[in-house]
């Protein structure tokens, strides 16, 4: 993911069939190419044992380099497939979905009260694998990979084509989002704004919601203070805890987004605080307009190319692992999804899969 919560192309593989040594391969080939030792690394993935298993003897998505999460929507989807309860399946993706930890264990609790089997399967997940409210703030608000779906559907109808056709969509359309996001970029520049659409509209948002909040500092030196908010009904009412020093709140949310929250907003109006200074970096727009600043060159008709095999295979190595300029610990979330390999210029069942996801779809 971008610092816009965009798809951000970064590799792509065509393999025989998802299996783990397929998936070995092409975590090998990330870490060679894209990942080259930097920390900070949060996949996003269904599942698969063949993929868990290589993730696991793998370096970059294991502590203390880096995490696996698993997306939320298939371990509902699992969980739906052995206890077959559509109830209980909503309050599963509740509990999944749910920042709070307080709420997360009422939530729990409702399901262990209708189903004590539904509770022993997904008690038995790692809930940081699974959860919102035990991740730590490394899967930055994204729960799902519903967002790779999208360029999936936009190759589906190519996945019959021969390989060569199958690279050409895969380019063109990176090119594409590199293309139409540098504009982008350059407008929000133009807006003065400080970070990227996706943290503006969620600071602003948050920043209405601290109107109807109230707050009683408790210590200057640690700047916390506990906030008091009012329901949109009007009735009752909910407290939550802001340290400003450790830059975190009870509701779960400064942590996951790196965005202060409505309680942190008042938080920091209190003690003449700057907010805008609590905005974590990986929002910061002109790192976003750097990403998308690299250029694609054209690729010439075969009967130009000196060395065919050579000129393709250096255009593809020599752009697709570097479109990343950089990584900052926390700041993308990187989700991969492999699809099928085929034999060299060989027509079949191929399907590329991509390992990102997008806003604009």
């Known amino acids: 993911m971008d610092r816009n919560q965009q798809v951000l192309p970064l590799a792509f593989a065509i393999v025989d069939e998802e299996t783990y040594p397929s998936w070995k391969w092409f975590l090998q080939q990330l870490s060679r190419h894209v990942i080259r030792g930097r920390h900070g690394m949060c996949l996003i993935s269904s599942r698969h044992g063949g993929l868990n298993k290589a993730v696991r003897e793998g370096p970059d998505f294991v502590s203390p380099n880096g995490v696996h999460r698993y997306c939320l ?26 920042y709070q930890l307080r709420k ?24 940081e694998k699974w959860t919102a409210s035990h991740d730590g703030g490394w899967r930055c608000g994204i729960l799902t990979t519903n967002m790779s779906e999208c360029i999936n559907g936009v190759l589906k109808g190519a996945r019959r084509l ?69 329901r949109q009904t009007g009735h009752g009412m909910n407290t939550h805890v802001v340290k400003i020093g450790n830059r975190e709140c009870s509701c779960g949310k400064w942590n996951q987004f790196g965005i202060p929250c409505s309680h942190a907003k008042k938080v920091c109006g209190a003690y ?15 790192a976003y307009n750097n990403t998308y600043s690299k250029h694609f ?51 079949g069942d191929s399907s590329i899969q991509e390992n990102m996801s997008e806003e604009d779809c």
Request: hydrophobic residues 45%; charged residues 20%; proline residues 2%.
């Open 73 to 98: 929507r298939h371990v509902c989807s699992n969980f739906n497939s052995i206890i077959k309860n559509v109830v209980l399946k909503d309050l599963c993706w509740q509990a999944g979905a749910e």
């Open 104 to 127: 997360f264990n009422r939530i729990m609790e409702e399901i262990k009260k209708q189903s004590v089997k539904a509770f022993a399967y997904l008690d038995q997940i790692n809930k």
């Open 162 to 230: 021969p390989v060569s056709a199958l690279v050409e969509i895969t380019l063109e359309r990176t090119v594409y989002y590199f293309r139409v996001r540098a504009i982008k970029g350059h407008k929000m520049l133009q807006n003065n704004q400080l970070w990227t659409d996706f943290a503006c509209k969620m600071f602003i948002s948050w920043q209405q919601k601290a109107v109807e909040h109230t707050v009683m500092k408790y210590s200057h030196a640690q700047q916390s203070a506990s906030v008091v908010t009012r």
């Open 272 to 286: 003449n605080i700057s907010v805008a200074s609590m905005v974590k970096d990986l929002y910061d727009l002109m």
């Open 297 to 347: 060159e054209p690729v010439q008709l075969e009967d130009y190319w000196d060395d065919p095999i050579s000129s393709w295979s250096t255009t593809l190595l020599s752009v697709l692992p570097h479109v990343l300029v950089e990584i900052k610990q926390h700041a993308f979330i990187m989700r991969w999804i492999v699809g099928r390999r085929q034999e060299a210029q060989q027509q």
